[in-house]
DNA sequence: CTGAAAGCGCTTACAG
DNA sequence: CTGAAAGCGCTTACAG
């Protein structure tokens, strides 16, 4: 790097004919500091063109003004909902209404997120940590937890979540309402086909969509609910089991746009009509459910707001306190793949 | 935190009867040191947990290790296609490789690029700059080389690019290959949507669709060429003109699936079948162009590869290596928007 | 309101 | 092959 001196505290110093600590107190707005001196600092900072070194500073204070965000690993997780850019744009957001740095996470496969976040920690190259996904291992957490290092969670686990800084949807209600909303419909024998059912997020729907389902007195049936992967393939599997039932279910609820995806593709291919034979229901409410040819009703969880929450209450776990939660409000946009040919 | 006690080089020294010299030698696996020490110390650093702090290295080495990545700022640019979440995942994967960390931008819409740039130069928290979007303006690069700062680019620019690091498709082939193809199928009348005309990505497709209608004895007709924005309302808009237009033109051409959508939308609307009447292809590969009802074939510019080759030209201007370019070879996937009803 | 001094935790010529 | 010493550039009790 030419064209660029280096110039420190002590160079200011020695042209404003002060000490490097009135530098130091006039570049934190020490407010000790008389106006005057703090004039003639500051001109002379502007005159050399000075300033300070973030990793210097980090080091003597202990604190990095960064954030660690670990991303999933698995190429899936990042690409087939919009989910991950669209939370890492809340992050992004929140982090520079707060004035912290993003450091993103490295990992490779077989390294893993706890190594990555071991490194951070230990290497002290942050001073808080982003869990982007629930599915994260639950040894993350307990790491974490274990040496009680500031972290914040998209997500829930059902450990701990009292003590947990977290930020999650009510997926809860947004089952129950979408399964009551189908009832209202009149539908009457309604699937499910969710996603990895080790996961929070999957259990959380099925509860509410049970309880939906007794509330509306429609019998909850075993054979009606299925799980699988986030993937179109998982969508078509069990849409064409679906389809072949006797009786068919009239409203299938998905879990994944992508999943419901394979599943319209299937029933289209068996002139299966939507939503009229069998109305259709998803979540994320990503740019498939939106440009489908049959648009399709999705929950849109509200990814940017996740996002933007997690850095707020890793904020409030940087200065000590813990459980913190924020719950995100979803949206339910109806379309006509559960409202008719009218839009 | 709590359970972690800060263990630095000096009390491993203590405890290995050396000198913190010697540890950090280890640390850096310097070769002189013997392998007797060596295992002592290491045995040692192990029994205490030591781990070396990435601050303090950096500041005694003015040398991070890691890598700022310049986001775009506008909303658009992060979700209307995959380029974003894709090209981010090429260069955490080539960050992993390389060793290096990744700090994200996190600039305000006000705010801007080139001031996180002088953030992360001038406070020393990156030893190089990736600017992931060729529509970062042209000051950014301009700062970047007056300072002589390490960075790599992913595009083009038509300014310096033989003293540029970057990477980018051979987006003038790409085009010109799209054309011939739509002339070999043989239709006569080529319209083109590109996006924002002072992009060199733009310019350079609009060349090779020029190229190639010249090639295929087809005129170049100034009416037939629209540029807009990368969004549906922009395909809509020009589409309808097109459809309108007397005689029709038989194929079109458009720079983003998004846009490609938007046309598509409007020709159906008007009853114009694709490919029969008109036969359509577009960029960027994305779920729209793979999922829409009529897939649609489109140029797989390989996002992934861009970013990790992206750090890869990096690293090279990091060791002070300057114009060096990969080109990333790109794909067109025909798909029944040119193909017939056959896939 | 300001300064001298010690310290943050590591690295690296220099000397032996 | 190893150590003593100075340094990276800032911060912060402590003292006045």
Redo the contacts between chains.
């Keep these: ?4 001196v280096k110039v420190t505290v002590n160079d200011v110093a020695e042209l404003a004919g002060v000490s490097p600590s009135t530098v130091s107190r006039v570049i934190s707005n020490n407010p000790k500091i008389s106006q005057e001196t703090r004039d003639k600092v500051q001109k002379c900072m502007e005159e050399l063109g000075y ?6 500073r ?2 003597a204070r202990s604190m ?1 003004g ?1 954030i660690g ?1 670990i ?1 999933p690993t698995r ?1 899936e997780d ?2 087939l909902n ?1 989910f ?3 939370a ?2 809340g992050i ?1 957001k929140g ?3 707060e004035g ?9 496969e077989k390294s893993g997120e706890l190594t990555v976040i ?1 490194n951070f920690i ?4 942050v001073d808080g940590i982003i869990l982007m996904s629930s599915k994260v291992s639950d040894e993350c957490v307990d790491y974490l937890r ?4 500031p972290f914040a969670l998209i997500g829930s686990t059902f450990r701990f979540d009292e003590k947990i800084n977290h930020v999650d949807n009510d997926n809860y209600m947004a089952a129950y309402e979408l399964t009551r909303y189908l009832s209202m419909i009149g539908r009457k024998r309604i699937a499910m086909i969710g996603g990895d059912e080790r996961l929070t997020v999957t259990q959380k729907r099925i509860e509410g969509y049970r309880k939906a389902l007794t509330e509306s007195n429609l019998p909850f049936e075993d054979s009606l609910l299925f799980t699988g992967k986030f993937d179109e393939e998982t969508g078509y599997k069990y849409g064409s089991e679906i389809a072949k039932m006797m009786p068919r279910p009239d409203a299938l609820i998905v879990t994944d746009d992508l999943i419901a ?1 394979g599943a319209v593709k299937v029933f289209r291919l068996m002139n299966i009509s939507i939503p009229e034979d069998i109305a259709v229901a998803s979540f994320n409410n ?3 459910s939106r ?3 049959t648009p399709i009703t999705s929950v849109d969880i509200n990814a940017t707001a996740l996002g933007e929450g997690s850095v707020k209450v890793l904020v409030e776990a940087i200065k000590g306190v813990r459980g913190k939660k924020i719950i995100i409000p979803y949206t339910i946009y109806k379309r006509q793949s559960t409202e008719g040919k009218a839009p």
């Design positions: 790097m030419k064209n660029v300033y300070p070194n973030a990793i210097a980090s080091l990095t960064t965000v991303m190429k990042l690409f919009p991950f850019p669209e890492l744009r992004v982090a520079s209404a912290y740095d993003l450091l993103l996470s490295t990992n490779t071991k230990r290497g002290s190259k274990s040496v009680d290092f995806f990503s740019v498939l440009y489908s040819d």
